[in-house]
């Protein structure tokens, strides 16, 4: 049973699989929450991106809601992976294909098996009728992007896609500034859960002020309620700070992403290639810290889209 007009006007595919616990509980309206599998293959190194996916579903569980983990395998869309499923793809790392909206077609011509940005997750998402997805950071603006026209395919997605991602904000490898001018353009609002300004996934703040601050999940959950039924076809960005306990000093994410972009710079990196090697590179500048960091604020994440998505499901 679907209950917002956007979703209503999207057929399901023969070619998705709605994993039997998510579609008994989107058939009940009970929370279920999306996540995605790019930050498994391309976001964390193997083993921890393994353990943090398994953590997440399980958080996602204890906190009320239903996991989907959704990636492309064998060809097959997927709402809801088996820990199996989840494993191989932790496995494979970078290897994986990273699948866009842009790959889908191809990947699932081909038969292949695929991880899936926020991007395509948030179409496969809307598709399978899940509303509320957790990860750490969307994509966004690239620095210099008026020369590469480096923009991440998130944002087109988060215009045309009816579904909410909680996030951290996003890395300041982007340019934070333009990607919130290029969010207002498309009309997707960005909302700051307890914030004022725009998170920086490993900071709690940035320059950036938001002009939208809601302080619980009921709040939020009627702001998304009201924006579909009024037939908005956008998603939302809600943007949750990284744990005070976890968060970074900014002096040492800031070198250590000059120096990730001067390295991308200097071997020519370009495409989709681009946010996976500054991830990398990052993650391997600052060490420990900033995995540690990663996955506590994908957590957090996971924690708040239950609350917002059992508000959403208590609004009908
Ligand atoms: N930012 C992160 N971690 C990630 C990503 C971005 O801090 O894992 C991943 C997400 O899957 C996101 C994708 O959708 O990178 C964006 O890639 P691109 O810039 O090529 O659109
Ligand atoms: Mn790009």
């Known amino acids: ?20 616990p998510v579609q008994q509980a989107l058939d009940e309206g009970r929370p279920v929450v999306a ?20 953590k997440l579903e399980a958080e996602v569980l204890a906190h009320g809601a239903v996991p989907a983990t959704v990636a492309i395998v064998h060809g097959r869309l997927k709402a809801g992976l088996s820990h199996g499923e989840i494993e191989a793809l932790a496995r494979a790392g970078p290897s994986a294909i990273k699948v866009s909206r842009r790959e889908l077609g191809l990947v699932v011509a081909a038969g292949q098996t695929g991880a ?6 948030m179409l496969i998402a809307a598709k399978a009728g899940i509303r509320v997805f957790a990860t750490g950071g969307i994509g966004g603006v690239h620095r210099a992007a008026a020369q590469t026209f480096d923009i991440s395919a998130d944002l087109q997605e988060l215009a045309r896609t009816p579904v909410a991602v909680v996030c951290a904000g996003a890395k300041s490898i982007l ?17 700051g859960y307890q914030t004022s300004t725009l998170p920086a996934f490993f900071t ?9 601050r809601l302080d619980t999940p009921d709040q939020i959950a009627a702001a998304l ?14 943007a949750n700070p990284i744990p005070h306990a976890f968060a970074m000093p900014a002096s040492v994410i800031a070198r250590a992403i000059e120096q990730a972009l001067q390295d991308a710079a200097g071997q020519g990196i370009s495409g989709k290639a681009t946010t996976p090697f500054l991830l990398e590179r990052v993650n391997a500048i600052t060490g420990g ?28």
Not at 35 to 54: D, F, K, R, V, W
Not at 226 to 238: D, H, K, N, P
Not at 293 to 316: E, F, K, Q, S
């Open 204 to 212: 709690r703040e940035s320059a950036f002020a938001l002009p939208w």
């Open 35 to 54: 996540l995605e599998s790019t930050i498994i293959t391309h976001g964390m190194p193997y083993p921890q991106n393994l353990e943090t996916a398994l």
């Open 225 to 238: 309620h009201a924006q579909w039924r009024l037939g908005l076809s956008a998603g939302m960005v809600i």
């Open 175 to 191: 340019d934070l500034g333009l990607t919130l001018e290029y969010l207002e353009t498309h009309g997707v609002p960005v909302v």
């Open 1 to 20: 049973m679907t209950r917002y007009i956007p979703i209503q006007t999207q057929a399901i595919p023969g070619d998705l699989d709605i994993a039997p």
């Open 116 to 121: 899936t940005t926020v991007a395509s997750t």
């Open 289 to 316: 810290d900033s995995l540690a960091a990663n996955i506590a604020l994908v957590l957090n994440n996971a924690r708040l889209a239950c609350a917002v998505a059992a508000a959403l499901a208590r609004l009908g």
